[in-house]
Structure formats: structure tokens, C-alpha cells
T-cell receptor
Framework: DGGITQSPKYLFRKEGQNVTLSCEQN?????MYWYRQDPGQGLRLIYY???????QKGDIAEGYSVSREKKESFPLTVTSAQKNPTAFYLC?????????????FGQGTRLTVV | QKEVEQNSGPLSVPEGAIASLNCTYS??????FFWYRQYSGKSPELIMS??SNGDKEDGRFTAQLNKASQYVSLLIRDSQPSDSATYLC??????????WGAGTKLIIKP
């Protein structure tokens, strides 16, 4: 079955630690996105990538980093520079920008700082 | 002004009634419009997409688009408790970016 897989579902981070959230898709989509969602809030764009080896900052990129070495994979690293990383992280993908197709989401990763 | 605006709610509707959710957008060149449903702790799932003016119906759901007034709405007929969720409006603007509203929390009261 085609889809987007995020792992892990739950992640705990100690202060000062970097952690990496995984996102893999087998939908053959070019574009991939990372969003952050805080309780009762909408989706805020962290980073996005339209093609392999290229990505752009979203609205809240500070304290985060990404890579896009393969079309299928778009991992997000939450660095120690992100002071308030506790949130629900969602990865999404969709076909190239000029299509009308909707975004497809993974099941999300809930990150908690302990 | 936010690019995509929704009333955060909560919107409380009796079971069996019609729930009406609204979304306005600022980019007049926007092309595609999507409604997603998100249950607490889960990822958003697509409910409806609409691309041209008018109504689009799918079961109990109807999406309405009015490009002249720059709003898109979602009607849910015969509301059920299982419809209780947050509904997110997403708009693909003239730069092909997908812009999200903050969502409206809908509560269906039995």
C-alpha cells in the first residue's frame, strides 16, 4: 500500500539533545513537507522540499534542519537550538506544485522534552 | 491579515443538525481548496476538495466555493457525534503554496 510512514510515533528528548524524526513515502511524490502543530493550533510549516537535494525554509525553521538525499525520504532533525520543541510533528507529501492534488499525511510524531 | 482564516470555535451543533464551517482567503489567484478533518492526536485526513465556483457534494458533506467573495465553506448534514473534530481549511495560492487555516473545532452534541 502506498503511503507516508513517520517514526517514531512518540519521542522523548532530553535538554540539549538533537533528535531526528523519520519520514518515508512510497507515493512517488516530488514535494515533501514538515509541519509543527501545538495544542489547539493549526499547522505551521517548518521546511519543505520540491526535489531531491533541495529544500526551503518555512515559517518556523529556526532550530530545525532537514535533508533530502532520496526522493522517498525527508528526515527532520530537531536541534538543541530549538528551545521549545514539545509538539506534534507532521510530515506530508504531494505531487509537484502545479497539480491540484491534495497533501497526504503521515501519522505524526509526538515529541516531548523531558 | 492571515492568508487563510477560520473561526477557531468551538462550534457546537446538535446531533442531526447541519454544521456550517467557513474559511476565507486573501489571495484572489488561489486555485485549489481543501477541507481536512483532524481528530485529536491524529493526522489530518482529506474530506473534500473543490476547484471551481459552486457546490460539490459527497455524501453528507457539501463544499461551497465563492471565488468572488473569497470564501469556501463546508456543510455537514445530519451531524453525528463522530463528526466532532477539528476541521482545517487549506488553500493552494497563486504561488502554488498550500496555506493552512488554524482550524475550527466542531462539537456535535448528542
Amino acid at each position: 500500500d502506498g503511503g507516508i510512514t513517520q517514526s517514531p510515533k512518540y519521542l522523548f528528548r532530553k535538554e540539549g539533545q538533537n533528535v531526528t524524526l523519520s519520514c518515508e513515502q512510497n507515493l512517488n511524490h516530488d514535494a515533501m513537507y514538515w509541519y509543527r502543530q501545538d495544542p489547539g493550533q493549526g499547522l505551521r510549516l517548518i521546511y519543505y522540499s520540491q526535489i531531491v537535494n533541495d529544500f526551503q525554509k518555512g515559517d518556523i525553521a529556526e532550530g530545525y534542519s532537514v535533508s533530502r538525499e532520496k526522493k522517498e525520504s525527508f528526515p527532520l532533525t530537531v536541534t538543541s537550538a530549538q528551545k521549545n520543541p514539545t509538539a506534534f510533528y507532521l510530515c506530508a507529501s504531494r505531487p509537484p506544485d502545479k497539480s491540484n492534488t491534495e497533501a497526504f499525511f503521515g501519522q505524526g510524531t509526538r515529541l516531548t522534552v523531558v | 491579515q492571515k492568508e487563510v482564516e477560520q473561526n477557531s470555535g468551538p462550534l457546537s451543533v446538535p446531533e442531526g443538525a447541519i454544521a456550517s464551517l467557513n474559511c476565507t482567503y486573501s489571495d484572489r489567484g488561489s486555485q485549489s481548496f481543501f477541507w481536512y478533518r483532524q481528530y485529536s492526536g491524529k493526522s489530518p485526513e482529506l474530506i473534500m476538495s473543490i476547484y471551481s465556483n459552486g457546490d460539490k457534494e459527497d455524501g453528507r458533506f457539501t463544499a461551497q466555493l465563492n471565488k468572488a467573495s473569497q470564501y469556501v465553506s463546508l456543510l455537514i448534514r445530519d451531524s453525528q457525534p463522530s463528526d466532532s473534530a477539528t476541521y482545517l481549511c487549506a488553500v493552494k495560492n497563486s504561488n502554488y503554496q498550500l496555506i493552512w487555516g488554524a482550524g475550527t473545532k466542531l462539537i456535535i452534541k448528542p
